[in-house]
């Protein structure tokens, strides 16, 4: 089978609540432009490109999407793209988004989004996606303080049926156990890959042991963050890479999936063929020489 043909059921599957999901799914970011994301002035990408990539991801057997309405550009919502390409929905598809973040409709950041306001982002997805009830909504936070009002609000909104599963992102273990002490959490999601946040590994062992999801991001794009892989790669990731006859992104993504049953990658791009070998990614199977190789960049940090 080639990297074109390779279904994400490959990586195997985890339960986000009672909706299960291949480990390999697909993040939206990087839709709505070519080049840096959630910058005003980012390029639109060409809408039957994005559409393209959304229906290919879900004839490899991807079935969670990960978006936020405020992944857009100037001519594009990774919301509306969704909608356009894929409805009517699979039944089997999970759509994971996010609030708290907030840009203006010029595209500038705004002040994240108040426990009174959440209600209202939760809607704008809604109407979005044209659903009527969100799959997985993760609370987006900034800093190490309480979530306690903003997550309760959303533990109301789950409660009138708005919103089947809750998770958090961008949080500490504190934060983790904040929210659980309010209502169930079936994901967390950080930011996490080879030499990124070695820091993160407690957390992730925390998620584990608690059968909550971890699903990585920026896990390919590392410190090139919102502006996308940088090239130039650790030597070690390349010969891993060269072992395989893959690239080093699925390397990536691979020691992400190898972290544990629970981890969950969705990996972005615009690029179809860059879909496929992300997806087959989840067939890569490390050795354990390989995996103590990534081990010490990990360790070593970027
Ligand atoms: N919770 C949060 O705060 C948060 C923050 C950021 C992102 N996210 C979510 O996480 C998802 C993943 O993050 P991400 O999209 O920024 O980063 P990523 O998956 O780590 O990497 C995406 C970057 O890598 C490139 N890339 C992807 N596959 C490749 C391949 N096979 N070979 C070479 N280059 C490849 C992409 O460019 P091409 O388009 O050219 O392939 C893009 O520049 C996002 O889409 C979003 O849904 C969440």
Redesign the pocket.
Known sequence: MTSQTINAAAAGTWTLGDLAVHRIG?????LPQ?GE?LVPDAVPRDRDEAIGVLRRAIELGVNHI???AF?FSPLRSANELINRALAPYPDDLVIAT?VG?ARGPSGEWVTHATAGQLRGQVEENLRQLGRDHLDVV?L?ILGTGSLAERFGALAELRDAGLIRHLGI??VIPAQLAEAQAIAPVVCV???Y?IGMRPDQDELVRICGEQGVAF?P??????T??????AGGEHPEILAVARAHGV????V?IAWTLHRGPHVLA??????P???A??VSAGALRLSEDELAALESVHRRGL
């Not at 697909?26 to 990087?30: I, L």
């Not at 969705?266 to 690029?271: A, D, L, R, V």
Request: proline share 8%; net charge positive.
């Open positions: 697909f993040g939206a970011m990087r070519t994301a990960d978006t936020a992944y996010k973040p993760n987006r992102s961008n999601q950080n930011p890959g699903v991001f920026y896990a390919i794009a590392a090139g963050r919102e502006a996308g892989a690239g080093p992104a699925q990536r969705i990996p972005g791009t615009g690029n063929d860059h879909l070998s992300n």
